[in-house]
């Protein structure tokens, strides 16, 4: 009987757990999407966009659509004049550079036209909260258009809303089969909601102010 109730408490606590996971998931969803923009003609301009990391290939080799398409709406947006600066923010730890994700994004933006003085590098963006606070603490952006995948925005502005940054973000396509890439964003927002709320997480690095105008 003892272990029954046991058993039963757990299953309780399981399912109390799963509701405030889906909850914190569909909160941020709401509560971020009157900053995200999906039509690059009704996107506010900005001076600066933020352009989050991700590695080129997926294992195994191949093309990472997601890594291609936050490059094309990068291009896009400088191409539309939404935006007047790239900040490429990701791991770029490598000295070597076999994997540094703002090298990388910066030869292919380079080779698509874009000028190097209107690109400026992150190497210190190693999570979204990173990228984010970075932008504005580190590259002085008062405002700015984050580049990246809807579900990516949705977590991104909410870090930048609990941050008091002023940003928005424009979503840029993602592949259609989504569920473990899903599954995995949806723990990332509780790792968000901790790091925020819970531990007050800075980001790994920050250091004197390089306000981007004065890169061009």
């Known amino acids: 009987m003892k272990l029954k109730k046991i058993i039963k408490s757990l299953f309780s606590l399981c399912f109390l757990l799963i509701c405030v996971i889906a909850g914190l998931d569909y909160w941020i969803s709401y509560e971020t999407a009157p ?6 003609n009704k996107l506010p301009y900005q001076n600066v966009g933020v352009v989050l ?5 997926v294992r195994g080799g191949g093309k990472n659509v997601f890594y291609q398409n936050r490059i094309n709406g990068a291009i896009s947006l400088y191409n539309q004049h939404k935006v007047d600066y790239l900040l490429l923010s990701g791991d770029g730890e490598d000295s ?15 080779k698509a036209g874009i000028p190097s003085d209107a690109i ?7 999570r979204t909260l990173d990228s984010v606070v970075r932008a504005n603490k580190v590259f002085d952006a008062k405002s700015f258009t984050i580049i990246t995948q809807e ?14 940054i002023q940003a928005q973000c424009f979503a840029v396509p993602a592949p259609d089969s989504m569920k473990l890439v899903r599954i995995r964003e949806t723990l990332a927002r509780v790792s968000a909601f901790i790091d925020l709320y819970i531990l007050n997480k800075e980001p790994k690095y920050l250091g004197p102010v390089i306000p981007i105008i004065s890169e061009k």
Do not use: W
Not at 35 to 40: E, L, T
Not at 97 to 110: A, C, F, G, H, R
Not at 151 to 164: S, Y
């Open 53 to 57: 990391g991700t590695s080129k290939y």
């Open 96 to 110: 070597f550079q076999s994997y540094n994700e703002p090298v990388t994004m910066k030869k292919d933006l380079i």
């Open 120 to 126: 400026v590098l992150d190497y210190a963006g190693f």
């Open 35 to 40: 900053y995200i923009y999906h039509d690059v």
């Open 151 to 164: 579900f990516h925005c949705e977590r991104a502005i909410f870090i930048a809303l609990a941050q008091n």
